[in-house]
């Protein structure tokens, strides 16, 4: 075993390419979206050393292009839960006890390998298999992804580095022990980066992962799992398998080494999920580690003194890159009536201005939602709301599902700030405004911070300080993530941890050395030199 005190390289945020024409990494994208499209992928399961294929295939379609057959893969059954439960246990004893260095080492030959070769494969991955346009792409499958890899070593090393005093004759230790069992990972659609996090945050501290993606990125996840077991990831260390949630779930949640739950997704979800792990709390070793990150309905409040220009960029951003399918998004906004005729204009003229079709085309700005049933939930508040005299559409209001999923990116102007589409998530390029008189800055405040069950993302913009003082007090708690003059999204790995709290999760930051710590299990050793031989205390003598 190696011998030394070692210091990990320092992290600093991958740099963003631009993919801008003639460059080197547009050929490569559009190269590799061109092979990955004229072929049809066979995606196994990965269950300890083994490819798994069931025979049991479902099909992968673009969003943007739901006739093209892009893969197929094999589904699953309890059967290969439970396989997949007993590689990760029989592989927990040598991954745990790998020196941490050398568990550093693998995940940081992850990101270099994901910085160069992997690049354009996962990137075009997530173009395809989730309708990102380029850039979407690459601040997610790309930079994002590298940064929690090369971060979360960093952050790793700090967490051992903590360590107690120790007083005269007595050394103290903390050993940070990886969870007894194994972790269950459940990952969403919309970010690749957060697939794999999920994945490589508990496996770095040393714990053993299943993980089941959702389907629609499932394409992008078959990348991802190759990329860990070419950086050098043990079989068994995480293995990915495919099936029916509650089928999994059952299994899952009835194991006694069932140790933690590692979830992005809906809040309906996550809480029945929480539901079940307290109905079995008897069953488990220990106390389940349940850590989530889910919904929001994420606002943009704009006070009297705001820049027209900063409000808009702001809105047009963060309500409508990729689609508004991010737990982050834009999707409702508070603006005063001062301001109002000036920003309409611009705002509905810049949508006019927005390009919505494939992502293979890089001038699209707006590409088709997830899948089907997305596109009919979205359509049918639409339709709605084009039937509905109480509000105005002023920009969008259409959908097309011919050729693929595609919503327009859609403004809807209500007079009723408990209207239904400012309540409910609706995870889709639809932003609704609330026109407020500009006395009633304070009192929108309060609106604002009980309007929603979610806590995630918010922002003000605003050129008064006073008011951006009384904004962040006021909704300290209305949002995990509050941006000054800027969108609500696009939150970067080690400048700004992610997370919400309320009813949009547990608020343990992706992205920081908070949600690392709750992948280990703290063990305090004293070891004391020269202990006493009697048991007698001075204070007992006459």
């Known amino acids: 075993m190696l011998k030394g005190f070692f210091n990990v390289p320092n992290p600093v945020n991958e740099p963003v390419l631009n993919y801008g024409p003639h460059s080197i990494e547009r050929a490569e994208l559009q190269a590799a979206l061109s092979e990955m499209r004229a072929s049809v992928t066979d995606i196994p399961m990965y269950i300890g050393s083994e490819e798994v294929r069931t025979g049991k295939t479902l099909e992968v379609r673009p969003p943007h292009d739901h006739q093209h057959l892009l893969a197929t893969y094999h589904d699953g059954d309890a059967s290969h839960v439970t396989a997949a439960i007993d590689a990760a246990l029989a592989a927990k004893h040598d991954w745990e006890n790998m020196p ?20 354009a494969r996962l990137n075009a991955a997530t173009m395809l298999g989730q309708s990102k346009n380029a850039y979407q792409a690459e601040i997610d499958a790309a930079c994002e992804f590298i940064d929690f890899l090369r971060f979360n070593v960093h952050y790793m090393t700090q967490i051992y580095a903590e360590q107690p005093q120790s007083g005269k004759g007595v050394w103290n230790r903390v050993e940070y022990r990886p969870l007894e069992g194994f972790v269950f ?23 053993v992962v299943v993980w089941k993606p959702a389907p629609t990125q499932i394409y992008a996840a078959n990348i991802t799992m190759q990329l860990f077991l070419e950086a050098g990831v043990p079989p068994g260390v995480i293995n990915l398998i495919y099936g029916d949630g509650p089928t999994a779930g059952e299994v899952i949640f009835k194991h006694p080494d069932f140790a933690g739950l590692h979830f992005t997704g809906s809040t309906g979800v996550f809480q029945n999920l929480w539901k079940t792990i307290g109905e079995n709390i008897h069953q488990y070793k220990s106390y389940p580690r349940i850590v989530g990150e889910t919904g929001g309905k994420d606002f943009v409040l704009a006070h009297p003194s705001a820049d027209v220009d900063v409000l808009n960029v702001a809105l047009l951003r963060g309500a409508f890159e990729y689609q508004g399918q991010k737990c982050s998004a834009a999707s409702r906004a508070y603006i005063p009536a001062s301001l109002w005729p000036q920003l309409k204009d611009k705002l509905v003229n810049e949508i006019a201005s927005f390009k919505v079709g494939p992502v293979e085309d890089f001038g699209n700005f707006v590409n088709a939602v997830i899948d089907e049933r997305s596109f009919d939930k979205l359509a049918k508040y639409i339709d709605a709301a084009n039937a509905d005299p109480e509000v105005e559409v002023i920009a969008g209001g259409t959908h097309d599902k011919t050729k693929g999923w595609f919503i327009s990116p859609t403004v809807i102007v209500t007079k009723d700030p408990h209207y239904v589409t400012m309540c409910d998530e609706l995870f889709g390029p639809v932003l609704t405004i609330y026109v407020y008189d500009d006395a009633e800055f304070d009192n929108i405040m309060g609106i604002i911070d009980t309007t929603s069950k979610y806590a995630l993302t918010g922002s003000i913009i605003s050129q008064d300080r006073y008011a951006i003082a009384k904004a962040s007090d006021k909704l300290k708690y209305a949002a995990g993530n509050f941006y000054i003059n800027d969108k609500p999204t696009g939150a970067v790995v080690g400048q700004q941890p992610f997370g919400g709290a309320r009813g949009s999760g547990t608020n343990d930051k992706a992205g920081s050395m908070l949600n690392l710590l709750r992948w280990v299990s703290p063990r305090t050793i004293k070891e004391t030199f020269d202990p006493p031989k009697d048991y007698r205390y001075p204070f007992l003598q006459k």
């Open 185 to 207: 990972a459940i990952t969403p659609f919309n970010f690749t980066a957060i697939a794999g996090n999920l994945c490589a945050s508990a496996a770095m501290m040393g714990n």
């Open 100 to 119: 941490w260095e050398q568990r550093a080492a693998i995940f940081l030959k992850a990101a270099d390998l994901l910085a160069g070769p992997y690049r």
